[in-house]
């Protein structure tokens, strides 16, 4: 005679979502894989997620995903807390891996933008510089993007949930265009690009639709910036709109790889 008893309910992985100082747009990105997000909540318990639900759990966390740069002085203690707590930890978007747009802070006057942006500045607890997660506690991976991708992200999360590396590439934005089939905006057009030296991710979103690529995924794996910039002078571009070109999303990235290329 058989056991009716069933068998115990496997233990679910634990997952948590956190924001730091961030636009909140790689959570929504999570949010909006919709479908997805059901397979995702039947395989993973999803414990700390407050842009999904005020309803959290604490700690501890199988899988954490954090969005954000450290800006704060209560952000250096709480990303400390949270990476204590999580088994693994992926920094997700632009301003978790790079700092950000709001890096462009460290190279000027933070008490100067503070008494500019807000009427009584000494109320205000910052930091003088917005620093990506890595720089503050140990990550498991990065996940580029301004907003990241929903593939990758899914990807990223299958792969830590069945225990195996994730498979997302490291090259740049002109091998995506080049799957596309599209004409170089670069070479063809004369249209200032970054794609030679950003990483993929977007599917080459903007070439595909004639506009130079921004940056946002920041520099790819191998990253020849000053081969790329004489080619941007060609077209039209001196130094101050080349830094501004490099100065947006992924700054504190772009600026270390000239940084590295700087004879």
């Known amino acids: 005679m058989t056991d009716p008893t069933p068998p ?6 634990r997952l948590g979502v956190f924001k730091f100082a961030s636009c909140d747009g790689c959570q929504l990105t999570l949010l909006d894989c919709e479908d997805e ?9 999803i414990a700390h ?7 959290v759990a604490p700690g501890p966390y199988d899988l954490s995903l954090v969005e954000g740069s450290v800006s704060t002085p209560e952000h250096v203690e709480r990303i400390r807390r949270i990476r204590a707590e999580s088994r ?17 802070r460290n190279y000027a006057d933070v008490t100067e933008y503070m008494a ?8 205000i607890e910052t930091l003088a510089t917005s620093t990506p997660i890595s720089a503050h506690v140990p990550v498991d991976f990065e996940l580029r993007g301004c907003p990241i991708d929903r593939t990758q992200l899914l990807e990223v999360i299958t792969a830590f949930v069945v225990g195996r590396k994730p498979g997302i590439p490291n090259h740049s934005v002109c091998f995506s265009c080049k799957q596309r089939g599209n004409v170089c ?9 970054l794609g030679p030296v950003t990483h993929a991710g977007c599917g080459a979103l903007c070439p595909t639709y004639g506009r ?5 995924f920041g520099p790819a794996g191998t990253t020849n910036l000053p081969a790329v910039i004489p080619v941007l002078q060609r077209d039209g571009m001196d130094e101050e709109d080349i ?17 590295e290329d700087r004879p």
Do not use: K, M
């Not at 130079?212 to 946002?216: A, D, L, N, S, V």
């Open 212 to 216: 130079g690529c921004y940056g946002c």
């Open 185 to 193: 905006v670069l070479v063809a057009h004369g249209t200032p690009c």
């Open 243 to 259: 830094a501004r070109f490099l100065h947006t999303f992924n700054v504190t990235a772009f600026t270390a790889v000239e940084e």
């Open 49 to 55: 997620f407050l842009e999904a639900s005020s309803d």
């Open 8 to 13: 115990p309910r496997r233990a679910r992985p």
């Open 116 to 123: 500019t942006v807000y009427a009584r500045p000494d109320y």
């Open 88 to 104: 693994y930890l992926v920094t997700i978007g632009a301003c978790a891996t790079a700092g950000g747009v709001q890096a462009l």
């Open 37 to 45: 997000l059901l397979g995702i909540a039947h395989e993973l318990e």
